[in-house]
């Protein structure tokens, strides 16, 4: 397995969740560098919201499904369950989820098991259809082509998640 191809279905896992919960895909990329709000990282899968309130219970679940779905979906890819606290490359993930949830749950061992409860419920879904096929045919796109924009992410999941 190579990077290129576990970034790829990680952000895929991103991309279909996101889609799958209401977001606009604006890209998705196998490199992304450091900004204002990211550290430099492997991938990157912008997720548009639109105009919502975020701090909301339903956009902060949007949220913590749509950042978790990245390393489930390279999880399943890779036939490991690893845990995204303690694997480096998903640190960044884990922290982010880990963030919006305790604006929610306050108790930092309830927080876990709801990120942990979340995880497990993407996991039974994301390796079935129609998201597991989306995922891979975005991972293809994406190892191929390195960068995708908003029409060619919105090509590949009205596809397989609008029937």
């Known amino acids: 397995m190579c ?8 952000e895929s896992g ?3 969740v996101g889609y799958a919960l209401g977001g606009k895909i604006d890209s998705m990329q196998l490199w992304g560098e450091a900004d204002d709000y990211l550290p430099e990282r492997f991938g990157d899968c912008r997720v548009a919201w639109g105009r919502v309130d975020p701090n909301t219970d339903w956009q902060r679940q949007r ?5 978790l ?3 489930v979906a390279e ?5 490991e369950k690893l845990h995204p606290a303690t694997y480096g490359p998903w640190q960044h993930d884990w922290d982010t989820a880990m ?3 305790s604006d929610v749950v306050r108790h930092p061992v309830k927080c876990t098991r709801l990120l942990e409860m979340v995880i497990l419920e993407l996991h039974q879904h994301l390796q ?8 891979a045919q975005l991972a ?20 397989w998640l609008s029937r």
């Open 140 to 159: 293809d796109e994406l190892e191929a082509h390195e960068m995708l924009e908003a029409e060619q992410v919105a090509d590949v999941l009205e596809f």
């Open 69 to 71: 779905a990245g390393p």
């Open 99 to 101: 963030s919006i949830a």
């Open 3 to 10: 990077d290129e191809t576990l970034t790829a279905y990680h």
């Open 14 to 16: 991103h991309a279909v």
């Open 128 to 135: 079935k259809e129609p998201c597991w096929p989306a995922i």
């Open 75 to 79: 999880m399943i890819y890779r036939g």
């Open 63 to 67: 949220e913590i499904m749509t950042i």
